[in-house]
């Protein structure tokens, strides 16, 4: 809690009063309930949104714990989660080695059942996001399971092409030979549409590629469409007047005053949003009347590969760009990184690419001493052991049994 409490506080002075957070571990339902919730609420305490990230093996009965207070009355009013879910990873006790992704369907449906399963029983609402590490093994397997989830309950699919990060041992393929657009070309396949990414850019391009909108059935509509000069024009008018607003983590009332504000100052931008809205609703159709809508956002990180990042950042940190243009181009990329972890005892952020490819060596040592780990075998499957609560592990990229692995990294 002193650590989240510090973190926090850091990013409050750095980033502003209000933004996202990720609570990430190794595994956080290996937390105790008590505290996990107890670190998500200190994160909001500090105008943060807190999303917790997990590889999903845990059962309803520790969600309903986390959710619900000592009084059986919600804690939380509303929980993001993420979850890591694909067949690179091995341990999950009702699909312990899968060789393909769909085989891990049904442990996608059952992760977004238990929050509607929550919201149904005790009206807590969820935010959940699906992560998939994709290598030359599974490429061809990511519009498949964009197909068979889009419609469980999950408001955004992100998608990793392997890095090599992390332990070399477990390097299986060559995970150069992956490129960018051959991802998003798979993740475009399996949404059924092609996907504006350029239409808003977080961080750099060769990192990151979003794309926000929503289906309505089986058709997925763009908020924003990079070919629409309207949707454009009313892109750079929300920037320039709400740019510094946090839709997600503002509470009602004051999100409430501040878009008022906005539109009354600004009359033109209103009415460029009123046109935006209304080629919006052309381009649903009929739709809108006969569906639900259903917000999806599609997302891609490409992490750098490590032998890349250590050379860029070490030259970074005696202040020096690089002439060689692939040295140039990754300090470029980690410059500009949207995906930062907090150090407030050195009073920086540091890029997620550095902090698994230079940092965490280290501080995998020490967290091994402080936290020493022991192989657990014959672990019984979600039948065998009832509705206990259980909080397991899961071997690949959620690694509780080499030390430290942050969600996204890759085997």
């Not at 698994?356 to 001493?369: G, M, T």
């Amino acid at each position: 809690m002193a650590e989240v409490r510090r973190q926090m506080a850091y990013l409050r002075r750095v980033r502003g009063p209000r933004g996202h957070a990720q609570l990430i571990g190794g595994e956080v339902s290996l937390l105790p309930p008590d505290d996990h919730a107890a670190a998500l609420l200190v994160m909001r305490s500090y105008g943060r949104e807190p999303m917790s990230m997990t590889h999903g093996d845990f059962d309803y009965d520790y969600l309903r714990a986390l959710a619900l207070g000592p009084d059986g009355r919600p804690r939380l009013r509303r929980l993001s989660f993420a979850t890591h879910i694909d067949s690179l990873m091995r341990g999950r006790r009702d699909a312990p080695r899968p060789r393909t992704e769909a085989e891990l369907a049904p442990e996608r449906r059952r992760f977004a059942a238990m929050f509607r399963r929550l919201r149904r029983e005790h009206g807590v609402r969820s935010y959940l996001a699906h992560n998939m590490t994709v290598t030359p093994h599974n490429v061809g397997q990511v519009a498949e399971v964009i197909r068979e989830t889009r419609g469980v309950g999950y408001a955004m699919m992100s998608f990793q092409p392997a890095a090599a990060i992390g332990d070399e041992r477990r390097w299986t393929e060559d995970y150069r030979a992956l490129a960018g657009d051959q991802v998003w070309a798979e993740i475009e396949r399996g949404a059924g549409d092609r996907l504006p990414w350029r239409a808003l850019q977080l961080g750099d391009e060769r990192c990151n590629r979003t794309a926000f909108g929503f289906y309505l059935g089986d058709r997925w509509i763009p908020l924003i469409d990079d070919r629409r000069p309207i949707d454009l024009a009313a892109r750079d008018a929300f920037l320039r007047h709400l740019g510094g607003v946090n839709v997600g983590g503002t509470p009602p009332r004051l999100l409430a005053v501040r878009l008022l504000r906005a539109l009354v100052s600004h009359p033109a931008a209103t009415w460029t949003g009123l046109r935006w809205a209304a080629g919006l609703a052309r381009r649903a159709g009929l739709r809108l009347l006969t569906h639900r809508i259903r917000p999806m956002t599609f997302v891609m990180h490409s992490f750098i590969h490590a032998d890349q990042v250590r050379p860029a950042w070490a030259l970074l940190e005696q202040g020096v760009r690089s002439d060689d243009p692939e040295t140039r181009g990754v300090q470029e990329r980690l410059l500009a990184c949207s995906y930062a972890m907090t150090h407030p005892d050195q009073d920086r952020l540091v890029p997620a690419c550095v902090q698994h490819a230079v940092l965490d060596p280290s501080e995998n040592a020490a967290l091994r001493r402080l936290l020493p780990l022991h192989e657990v075998t014959g672990q019984p499957s979600r039948q065998e052991a009832g509705d206990a609560p259980r909080r397991g592990r899961v071997d690949g990229q959620i690694d509780t049994s080499r030390g430290y692995a942050g969600p996204l990294e890759v085997p």
